[in-house]
């Protein structure tokens, strides 16, 4: 549906020479359009048009909880941290009193980034053209982040400038969780922990120490960021529960081994005799796109280290965490590799890491990562981590380069005239899914294969482009229809097997 | 011997020249893929570092511009082990982002010699890694290297290298090219 909208084509006495292009008003249902739940299917212009992903900048990620950065990169009053929400460049700051803002990195007079370091303490910004300057001294001014000097205040304004309305644009609605800081430009969305749900259980196993104690993680000094010539999406998928890719991506690193056990042994380190990727694991998926490549149930011990030193940090870690949740009655898996709807993907396991795909263009993202250690884990325990983190993940680690490679000629493959005539295929486990103790939750039926995943992903992700409004994005999340169909399929199923004979009453 | 000391006469030259050409021909070693020949010309305990540079205020450059090696996270922090680890791994076929395989040039320029303890000697250069990929794929890696070289009885050898790419975000999607 295109209707003509330009104000002036009826009445403007030009309209017939006019080369303008008229303004075509938006489907409102374009986005889901493009997302075929029943036949599972997605069309490419999802990764490659660049009107949807302007709808993606506009009514995606200004109404998403987007990570903004780690508490512990700011821990001091005055320390700041740059980074990115969507389309804007954001500053995470704390101020004197220790309270974390996040405010937009545009000085209100001309727009000029205030700031242009990754990170530093100050207690004031002062932007570069004009010298209009920022406050983080909630002594001086009503709010930190406030308008605080003014050159010619008198001369130019007569003094009249308010500068309470001046002030950097704070974002509305900051949450740290545990450390992990998030952030929402939209003051109706729905509250962080009703966004994240049941989701929450992965998020804790990322922020609590190995051990179990609460937040008790910070981060390492350094963020990874490289930029790939490929959509964001590819990069939230592939950590949202595609286990499928990693025997043929990963098969170089897998056959060097480079993880906990050394040579020859699994890329994660996993005990041989506790299952591994091959039995348990069974993706989780939630009705409000966020997805995990394992479940709370998935309950494998931390990897057997080469060094009986890291064995004996990491054995007693394990004990002490299965005795701390087994007296809350909760499950030891979920650790991931898992995304929170829509850029936020994160490890809580081998390796612990945290990234986010910056979107750029339809075609170019950003990607920065994070790695994360206890707090209190001794030296040579966290130089151990630093070492397998960096030959692991980012664009130098042995595991991660070949996904950037498969990213961007995908990208190169995909976004012809003729290949994006033709959907990607998202069919697997389609109607296999199975039911979750979790709220609005599924799992699929199969370790590695099941793209149940990908498919609620992309379903959240269209009612959200669409501009479906809070209240409809929360109503119709409120109950997850598979659910239903699962729980038909199971009847029919059983139904049959009494037809056929199979069972005997 | 402080960096300005550089008009030492023949003897430094004669080794400015010979450690020159080991670096020449140490790239070269990389450009051709010859890399476990590459391999032997590193000391066991050669180390490979190329921090994450960051974007900081003037005073601040010389202590804060980029990550500390050994204890922050770096694009490389590692030893000889692991370098062996990634040679293993291009041999494999089937790690795809060197499948198929790039087109690398190693330029080393502006050698110098910083310091002669010997049987070590530090040198201070300029880098410039060039790939083309597939087609149009094309990266720049340059910057600053400090290296550290020991004579042994059996030849040259690196014993520390030491990167600074002139690059905070990454522009090329990978490093899967030494350095």
Redesign the interface.
Known sequence: MTTNICPSSETCPTSETCNTPTLQAVDPHRARSLVDLETGQISREVFFNQEIFDLEMKNLFPRSWLFVGHATQIPNPGDYF?SWMGSDPVLLTRDVDGGVYVLLNSCRHRGMKVC?????NTMQFTCPYHAWSYSMDGSLVNVPGDLFGVPHMKAAYSGKLEKQDWGLVRCPKVYNYKGLVFANWDENAEDFLDYVGDFHWWLDNLADAFDGTPGDTEV??????????SNWKFVSENFLGDTYHGAS?H???E??G?GPGGRGKRRHGERQDQGGHSTGRMKTSFRNGHGASDNLAYEIAYPEFVEPEMNEYFDQAWATRKERLDAEGRRLGGRGPATMFPNMSFAAGFPRSILVAHPISPTET?VWRW?LTDKKAPEHVR?WL??Y???YG???G?T???D???W??ATQASKGVVAQRYPYNYQQGLGTEQLSELDRAVHSNHAISGEVNARAFYRRWSEFVDNLGWDELIEIAKSDDRIESIIRRQAEEAAAEVAAGKVNN | MSSADYSMGPDRWALLQEVSEFLFTEADLLDERRYNEWLDLLADDYQYSVPLRMNVEYADADTRGETKAGSEVCWFDEPKSTVELRVMQLATGVHWAEEPVSRVSHLVTNVRIEEVSWPEVKLSSRFLVYRNRVADETDFFVGRRKDTLRKTDDGWKVVRRYLLLDQTVLLAKNLSVFL
Do not use: C
Not at chain 1, 116 to 120: A, K, W
Not at chain 1, 220 to 229: D, Y
């Open positions: 740059s242009r370091y990754d990170e530093g390492f000094h350094g963020v990874l960021k490289w930029r790939i010539k991506t098969a170089s690193v056959a060097i480079i950003e790695f130089e630093r070492q983190y960096m030959r980012g664009p130098a042995m991660e380069q070949d950037m490679e498969n961007d000629y």
